[in-house]
């Protein structure tokens, strides 16, 4: 089942998820494409502690949803998410390269080695 989004912005990422697991075949930005699909109500609600919990160190990882400043990290990782918290570039301290989904799929087309965390 297809949930139509009224915003068409998310509408548009989510076509362009789709279009890049088929281009590069890769099954990570199709995953994430299905699960910004869902209701807004429904996405994804990570603390920065299970991205701790997770992450090795170096990780690139994918949040389908929000990243809230719970929490602490002390590995050095990448994270690419839909939205997240002012307060978490604060608490990362430089240790997190945060990635907007949109810069994510520029950066990482083929997905290789990227985990989904949520």
Not at 16 to 31: A, F, N
Request: without cysteine; hydrophobic residues 35%; charged residues 30%.
């Amino acid at each position: 089942m297809t949930f139509e989004h009224k915003n068409p912005k998310l509408q548009e990422l989510i076509s362009s998820l789709k279009k890049q697991s088929i281009d590069h075949k890769t099954g990570v930005w199709k995953r994430v494409a299905l699960e910004l699909e869902r209701p807004t109500r429904h996405h994804r609600v990570v603390n920065l502690t299970k991205v701790e919990k997770y992450a090795n160190e170096n990780d690139v990882v994918v949040i389908p949803g929000k990243l809230l400043s719970g929490g602490e990290l002390t590995k050095k990782v990448t994270i690419i998410v839909y939205n997240y918290s002012d307060k978490v570039v604060e608490k990362t301290n430089g240790k997190a390269h945060i990635l907007s989904i949109e810069e994510g799929l520029k950066k990482y087309p083929n997905a290789k080695d990227i985990k989904i965390i949520g």
